[in-house]
């Protein structure tokens, strides 16, 4: 019983103000969040959207899904891929998520 006033006690004696430390260790938070997540992501999306706006027929790509395929034809938001010989398909140009290098491996 006297444990329970002596904690009693000395969380009352505690000073005021922690308010203003909360707030700024919250917004610390949010600012390392940012650097780490945040803006890495956002240089991604506007390499992957360059790399796509980039793509010009002959070029050799992977799609989201997997497949690999030469482009053939490049129109505003679809492209057609050469998948296998006389085989041409027509993929959204978002699809397209990686160059191939010459020795086969994606470039980015």
């Known amino acids: 019983m006297n444990n329970a006033i002596i904690v009693a ?14 707030i ?9 969040f940012y650097f780490i997540a945040i ?3 956002r240089k ?3 390499e992957l959207k360059a790399r796509q706006d980039a793509l010009k027929p002959g070029d050799k ?3 989201a899904g997997g ?5 053939r034809e490049v129109k505003d938001s679809s492209v057609r891929l050469e998948v296998a ?13 990686h160059t191939v ?3 086969g491996s994606p470039e980015n």
């Open 24 to 32: 700024i260790t919250l917004v610390l938070i949010f600012v390392i």
């Open 67 to 71: 497949l690999y395929g030469i482009v």
């Open 9 to 22: 006690q000395a969380a009352a004696q505690q000073p005021e103000g922690g308010g203003m430390q909360m």
């Open 85 to 97: 010989p006389n085989v041409v398909v027509k993929f959204v140009k978002s699809q397209i998520v």
């Open 44 to 46: 991604q999306q506007k």
């Open 101 to 103: 290098g010459k020795d």
């Open 61 to 63: 790509v992977i799609t």
């Open 39 to 41: 803006r890495p992501q």
